[in-house]
């Protein structure tokens, strides 16, 4: 099983930077890939940003591209996304995932492959 704490949450003005940081714990070593989730008050979870763990390949909402930046440090095992030009509409829960069974291997988007879930982080953008 995988641990994840995330870090980095907060308050920031519309069109400023955030940046979040997910660092996990436990069987590492069996991690396939990392992703960001998010919720919104009132909506369905949905993903932002993942990131395979060896690859090193990318993927991002429509939301996040260009906006976004997922990371990851293979060393310390955490997984970080940059936030610029933040929008009023990026205010929610943002969730930190890892998949170690390599479900995502046909669908890093699906929130349903991945087994272990930080507790997440508040992000709350002001107009």
């Known amino acids: 099983q995988v641990q994840l704490v995330e870090s980095g949450g907060g308050l920031v003005q519309a069109g400023g930077s955030l940046s979040l940081s997910c660092a996990a714990s436990?069987?590492?070593?069996?991690?396939?890939?990392m992703a960001w989730f998010r919720q919104a008050p009132g909506k369905e979870r949905e993903f932002a940003a993942g990131i395979t763990w060896s690859g090193g390949i990318i993927y991002y909402s429509d939301s996040a591209k260009g906006r976004f930046t997922i990371s990851r440090d293979n060393a310390k095992s955490t997984v970080y996304l940059l936030m610029n030009s933040l929008k009023p509409e990026d205010t929610a829960v943002y969730y930190c995932?890892?998949?170690?069974?390599?479900?995502?291997?046909?669908?890093?988007?699906?929130?349903?492959?991945?087994?272990?879930w930080g507790q997440g982080t508040q992000v709350t953008v002001s107009s």
């Open positions: 995932a890892a998949d170690s069974r390599r479900s995502t291997a046909w669908n890093i988007r699906r929130g349903e492959n991945y087994d272990s």
């Open positions: 436990g069987r590492t070593s069996n991690i396939y890939s």
